[in-house]
Every structure is written in C-alpha cells, then in structure tokens.
C-alpha cells in the first residue's frame, strides 16, 4: 500500500551548481540545484528574486553553471547561505572568465558552462532564466575518452525533503541497451 504525501515533489536529489555572474563588475556565485534540462543545449535556473545573482544575469544576459565535486560541498553550502550583498563569495574559489570576459567561472569545478539568457520567466517568489549553453569546459581529470565521466566527477546532489547534499552512485547500465536484455510476450 503506497501512502500519500500530497504535492510532494519527489525529484530529488538534483545535482547541485554554482551559478557565476557579474554583479557591478565583480564576480559573484550562488548554489543552485534547481536546474533544468530543456533540451541537448537549452536549461533553466530558478533563482528566488531577491538574490544579487539576478541583477547580473539580467544586466549582462549571460552566467556561468559550474559543477562542483563532493570535496567543494562546505564552499557549495556556505555559498547558498550567504549573501553577496554582504560577502565576496567568489574569494572562497579561484576564478576565471569566459572569451566574453562578463561570465566568471570557478576554476576549482572541473566542469563549467558559458550560458546565454534567451528567456527570463517571472513567478511570484522567482525568477526561471531560461539560457543557450555558449560553451562547456572540463578537465582532463573528469574525461573518459572525451566524455565527462561523472564518477569522476563526483558530483554534490541536493534533496529538498532531507535537507541534505548527498554524492553519485556507480553506473548500473548503459541507456539504449540494457533495456534489450528483456524478454516480453
């Protein structure tokens, strides 16, 4: 018997990302695990309106997604607690830019993404940019034959319901293939 649990949203754990932009010529992060994928190239972030990140998003149209492993979880905690409207979050991370110079990223994720606004949805409590991957970089130590590796990467993940960050399993099966190992009638 399954019990119910009303409108629970039952996704997580989401990987967990720390959002660059540039907030009056500074760099500035967030946490961020609400992050959707729209399609191969398209995603969303949700980010509640009052946050400093929204200003530099909507000011230069561009941010940054920057995936941090398991060994950045204290930085990626303390960076959705505090604000940069009173700490210079982006002195926890060595930092680079994008070509365009207007998106920071951490050099200490191994894997980072340029994303360009095409769209900015307004809801009541937050905003939900929805944004073109520009460019994405990874280092070698994350690439198995040329493929982000996310065992690897060691990912953090977020669930809401816990309130807890937890870290990726192993794989359990290749997509489009295990699948043809069942036998049906």
Known sequence: MKKRLGPLNALYPLPVVLVGSLVNDAPNFITVAHVGI??????????????????????HGVFSLNIPTTAMVKQVDLCGQLS????????????????????????????NMSCRVLKILEFPAHDVFVAEIVE????????????INFEWLKPVLFDMESKSYWSLGTSIGKAWSIGKTLTFT
């Open 38 to 59: 729209l399609s191969n190239n398209i995603i969303s972030i949700s980010i509640g309106k009052t946050h400093l990140s929204n200003i530099g998003i909507r000011t």
């Open 136 to 147: 994405t970089l990874a280092d070698n130590s994350v690439l198995d034959q040329g493929v």
């Open 84 to 111: 940069g409207k009173r700490l210079n979050k982006a002195a926890l991370f060595s930092i680079m830019h994008s070509e365009n110079r207007l998106t920071p990223m951490i050099a200490d994720c191994p894997v």
